[in-house]
């Protein structure tokens, strides 16, 4: 199954997975500035369903989450099958990210603590990389990671 690119007209869908309120809120309004449209939710469980429902362009996800790891999370959507642009976002050591990154068939990674200019700079690299109109991309063996 492919994410729709076109779900919401003009605007991409970007879901955000993270479990601190802080970061869902300060990341939605960075992503709507930039003309996607953001869905936020606070926990892992039932995030697999809801992309099935949604089928968004992107997903933000956590790496570090409470009951699912986002990594966990990730190897899930590939082993089903369900297609969207995965992008871990978190502080955890950028070794380990790249990592975990290959591990998960990923887009990329976005670290956790960047001001708002290198952030939307990072994710706007990331989606061009994926094609910003035209769906997803081979994710198996990217190396899209920020340099350290």
């Known amino acids: 199954m492919s994410p729709s690119?076109?779900?919401?007209?003009?605007?991409?869908?970007?879901?955000?997975?993270?479990?601190?309120?802080?970061?869902?809120a300060v990341n939605q309004e960075r992503l709507e500035q930039m003309g996607y449209t953001a869905h936020a939710r606070d926990q892992v469980l039932g995030t697999s369903q809801w992309i099935v429902e949604n089928r968004p362009w992107m997903v933000l996800l956590d790496v570090m989450m409470p009951a699912m790891s986002g990594g966990e999370l990730a190897l899930f959507l590939r082993k089903r099958g369900i297609e969207t642009h995965v992008v871990l976002h978190s502080s955890k050591d950028l070794a380990e990210l790249r990592e975990l990154m290959r591990e998960t068939?990923?887009?990329?990674?976005?670290?956790?603590?960047?001001?708002?200019?290198?952030?939307?700079?990072?994710?706007?690299?990331?989606?061009?990389?994926?094609?910003?109109?035209?769906?997803?991309?081979?994710?198996?063996?990217?190396?899209?990671?920020?340099d350290s």
């Open 5 to 24: 690119p076109d779900m919401n007209a003009d605007r991409l869908v970007v879901l955000l997975v993270d479990d601190d309120p802080i970061v869902l």
């Open 105 to 146: 068939g990923s887009l990329g990674v976005i670290p956790k603590g960047l001001d708002d200019s290198e952030f939307q700079r990072q994710f706007s690299a990331l989606a061009r990389a994926a094609g910003r109109k035209t769906g997803p991309t081979p994710l198996r063996g990217s190396s899209l990671v920020p």
